[in-house]
């Protein structure tokens, strides 16, 4: 996949996630406008009911304190009448509403006689009703009852509840209304409409004061939610009904919640699904280029021992090279060693093969770390002291004893001491020491080559990783070399880790579990 599409195609991927989150965010946004909407509607339907009741009740008590004055001005409603009122207190402070009737009742009285004539005769009745205002020490005290008796007295209920309203107007709040009655009210109604939610409600004077009418914990600076609950004789209104609901925004997506968490889940699962694609995307092109480069690699270390194969057996046609046996022993050896090195590397890569599918078998036995290590050291003492270097070697470990395979641990300490050797410039110095911890075994390798940087070191273990030298590429290897040293130390349950810095040189640590 070539880079500029590989990136074209996680902007587009990344442009279409990022859209289907917004719709998503969007549609959530709208559903809770709309629920609010809802319940804004509702909650203001229910208080409505609520304040309706209340006022119903009110009234339907004066209209049982009157009922008799109610039933007859309703009787004598169609008949000629006039009015009278007066307001009187007495000397105690209480005040009496003094209403007077006079009903007219017209009848016809025949006339015997030559004309068969007729009189008109009117009978005046006066009702008169006496009603006592009670009057509480905390009231702001009695208005002038200024009703035009001759229009207003005329519909019974009309003429009752403007009196009952002037007189609840002198009535303290508490002795009109409880809370327990309000809240009893507002909850049913609320019920009604559908709303679950737990009301906080208080009543408030025209003047925005706060009454003793109120829930436990009532906040006036939470208040949402407000509408009339009784007028004065002016129809403006004395006091109103507050409310607002702690719980408001759960009740109105608790519908929808089932629904936005499973948008949720499925949302977070495209993110997850789409981060792990682009991981995994990045980890094959990753891998691609690493086999790519390994391959070139492996064909190079090939070509090499090839061309001198392909050398000396032309060299051993040569009818002069033929008749020189030490010659032709030379280009033998020469050939076998190259053969040699070929194989060497297609064993390393079958090896890892085995390793990363579980199938390499340990042939464990007694081993003497000791041992392996100096036997490890001969072959490579060799290449080093080609380059003018030195191998320190200091044992110091008492128990030398594990439970291994020889042969996989003397590859890997070969290994370290290879790549010790290879990253090191110019005369290379090697220090190998032995010593235990604990219930392990520890080998340290350390050098004085170039080194490594933290990005480096965290990727040295990981199978076909190199490390450029610079722009000198002269450091052969096909980076499987440390990566099979993990594997082989994990398997013995022992661990292996570096320490580095660039131009400081390099430290290996090899930790084997001693023998129980």
């Known amino acids: 996949m070539r880079k500029g599409f590989y990136k074209v195609l996680i902007a587009i991927m990344s442009i279409a996630l990022i859209g289907l989150m917004i719709i998503q965010f969007y549609w959530l946004n709208l559903t809770f406008r709309s629920g609010l909407e809802n319940f804004n509607t509702s909650v203001y339907q229910a208080m409505n009911a609520t304040t309706t009741k209340v006022n119903k009740y009110e009234i339907d008590k004066y209209y049982y304190k009157l009922n008799n004055i109610n039933s007859d001005l309703k009787a004598s409603v169609d008949k000629p009448q006039a009015f009278s009122s007066q307001i009187i207190k007495d000397s105690l402070g209480v005040t009496y509403a003094y209403v007077t009737k006079y009903v007219v009742e017209k009848s016809m009285v025949p006339i015997s006689g ?59 709040l508490d002795k009109r209304i409880s809370y327990k009655m309000l809240d009893s009210i507002f909850k049913k109604e609320l019920n009604k409409y559908g709303i679950k939610a737990t009301p906080r409600i208080g009543v408030i004077t025209k003047d925005s004061l706060l009454t003793n009418i109120k829930s436990e914990n009532f906040k006036e600076k939470n208040i949402k939610f407000t509408v009339p609950l009784f007028y004065d004789r002016n129809d403006h209104a004395e006091y109103n009904l507050t409310a607002y609901f702690p719980d408001q925004n759960y009740v109105i997506l608790g519908d929808v919640i089932p629904i936005v968490s499973l948008t949720f889940i499925l949302t977070m699962i495209i993110v997850t699904v789409f981060a792990l694609a682009i991981y995994y995307m990045q980890m094959q092109r990753r891998i691609s ?35 020189e046996p030490e010659k032709v022993k030379y280009y033998a050896d020469l050939i076998k060693q190259e053969n040699k090195r070929m194989n060497a590397h297609v064993e390393m890569v079958l090896r890892m093969a085995k390793l990363e599918r579980n199938q390499m078998d340990l042939n464990i036995e007694e081993v003497n770390m ?13 290449i080093v002291e080609e380059r003018n270097g030195t191998i320190f070697e200091e044992y110091n470990a008492d128990k030398v004893f594990v439970d291994g395979d020889p042969f996989h641990l003397e590859n890997i300490i070969i290994n370290v001491l290879d790549n010790a050797r290879k990253y090191s410039t110019g005369k290379p110095e090697v220090y190998v020491k032995t010593y235990n911890t604990d219930k392990h075994f520890v080998v340290e390798v350390k ?22 030298t610079g722009n000198i590429h002269n450091v052969k290897g096909h980076g499987l070399g440390l990566a099979y040293v993990k594997k082989i130390v994990q398997l013995h349950g022992g661990e292996v880790w570096a320490e580095s810095q660039p131009d400081k040189g390099s430290t290996f640590y090899i930790k084997i579990p001693l023998k129980s």
């Open 114 to 172: 030559t004309y068969n004539d007729s009189l008109t005769k009117a009978n005046i009745y006066t009702q008169e009703k006496v009603y006592k205002i009670d009057k509480d020490s905390a009231s702001r005290g009695v208005g002038n009852l200024n009703l035009n008796l001759e229009e207003s007295l005329r519909d019974g209920t009309y003429t009752i509840e403007n009196m009952a309203r002037w007189d609840a107007g002198t009535t303290p």
């Open 289 to 323: 280029e690493i086999k790519t480069d390994f391959i070139n690699n492996m064909t190079h270390e090939f070509k090499t021992p090839i061309a001198t194969i392909n050398i000396a057996s032309d060299a051993l046609k040569n009818s002069k090279i033929i008749s």
């Open 370 to 382: 000791n041992g392996i290590v100096q036997k490890s050291i001969e072959p490579i003492r060799f």
């Open 447 to 468: 050098d004085k080559g170039i080194g490594m940087s933290p990005t480096v070191l965290k990727k040295i273990f990981e199978q076909f990783y190199r490390e450029e």
